[in-house]
């Protein structure tokens, strides 16, 4: 079992919808970065949590360390959010700024 | 500023060959990451130098080897190229007080044939 698990893998939906990704995570943790992968393959860093919930524009975060579980929700969706989203997480023993990688949720926003 | 750089953008090799990929980063970073991307796979940790003058493996160090140059580069090589080889490849760098957020540069593809 991966120490951070995603889903869905996949996810599809229309312009408009309002849009949840989760994330699972098996080991005590320091940080849960949400990250997007571009189409053309850039990766950009959206959210750091350590606890609680944090918005940007439409993007927000949430996270429940005693669960450990987050998710990411986009409100009003639009085909340009269309991406790989990415769950990392930094656990409590990991020496460093090292962290380990969720599958990544495809989704795909279709006008 | 152009944050994290790679180079090249995309090579094929065949097997047995050696190629160095480089990256570099003009944000003063004192850490910087090698990753493999993999279809159906997350991001995965080749090596990592946590600040100049130092390197440690990550998940998947076999068949590769690094070098931190100086604060800014970061190189990685791959004496002979096999075909499992054959992924995407990531540089990164985060610096310390900013809570491990990573900035990547834009990839390097790589086919080995």
């Known amino acids: 079992k991966n120490e951070v698990e995603q889903s869905p893998q996949n996810l599809t939906a229309q312009e408009g919808e309002f849009i949840t990704i989760n994330c699972s995570y098996s080991?005590?943790?320091?940080?849960l970065h949400w990250l997007q992968q571009h189409p053309g393959g850039g990766i950009v860093s959206l959210f750091m949590?350590?606890?609680g919930k944090k918005k940007h524009g439409r993007l927000i975060a949430t996270i429940n360390i005693q669960e450990k579980h987050s998710s990411l929700h986009i409100t009003a969706s639009h085909p340009r959010d269309s991406a790989v989203y990415i769950c990392?997480?930094?656990?409590?023993?990991?020496?460093?700024?090292?962290?380990?990688f969720g599958e990544g949720t495809q989704l795909t926003v279709n006008p | 500023n152009a944050g994290v750089t790679q180079t090249p953008k995309f090579q094929v090799l065949k097997t047995g060959q050696s190629m160095t990929l480089q990256c570099a980063q003009d944000?003063?970073?004192?850490?910087m990451y090698w990753y493999r991307q993999d279809p159906g796979m997350g991001l995965r940790l080749i090596y990592y130098?946590?600040?100049?003058?130092?390197?440690d493996k990550g998940e998947v160090p076999n068949g590769y080897n690094v070098s931190r140059l100086n604060k800014r580069e970061f190189s990685l090589r791959l004496e002979s190229a096999a075909p499992s080889q054959t992924s995407v490849y990531f540089c990164?760098?985060?610096?310390?007080?900013?809570?491990?957020?990573?900035?990547f540069g834009p990839g390097t593809r790589l086919t080995v044939l």
């Open positions: 944000m003063n970073h004192n850490s």
């Open positions: 080991v005590g943790i320091s940080a």
């Open positions: 990164a760098s985060s610096a310390p007080g900013h809570r491990d957020t990573q900035y």
């Open positions: 990392a997480v930094r656990g409590e023993e990991t020496s460093g700024s090292r962290l380990t």
């Open positions: 949590l350590s606890s």
């Open positions: 130098s946590a600040s100049e003058g130092t390197t």
